[in-house]
């Protein structure tokens, strides 16, 4: 089982990207994922989560912004951007904690995606 992140790019200040976070595999059920961000020098900070039951949570920095939803069927979990900032500039990276088909807990990371924001 891996994860696969996608979606990030370029944008201006105001605009909006769509992260997506892929899990390649079979025989689990998701117990929750993230979307953490980390620029140079700054400590990463946990931007979104989201539990299997989709119960959701967010940084202060991001509420009425981002949204976290995630597309079952698709093993996927996303991230809407809107009303981007400079300061949103930065590598985000999904994680996740999977159950296995023997009920045992899988932490899985996933690689970075770069969204810089103009402004």
């Known amino acids: 089982v891996q994860l696969q992140a996608s979606g990030g790019g370029l944008v201006h200040a105001g605009g909006s990207l769509r992260l997506s976070c892929a899990i390649s595999?079979?025989?689990?059920?998701?117990?929750?994922m993230d979307w953490y961000r980390q620029t140079p020098g700054k400590q990463r900070e946990l931007v979104a989560h989201i539990t299997g039951r989709g119960i959701t949570n967010y940084a202060d920095s991001v509420k009425g912004r981002f949204t976290i939803s995630s597309d079952n069927a698709r093993n996927t979990v996303y991230l809407q951007m809107n009303s981007l900032k400079p300061e949103d500039t930065a590598v985000y990276y999904c994680s996740a904690v999977l159950f296995n088909q023997m009920g045992d807990p899988v932490a899985l990371g996933g690689q970075g995606t770069q969204v810089t924001v103009s402004s």
């Open positions: 595999g079979s025989g689990f059920r998701i117990n929750y």
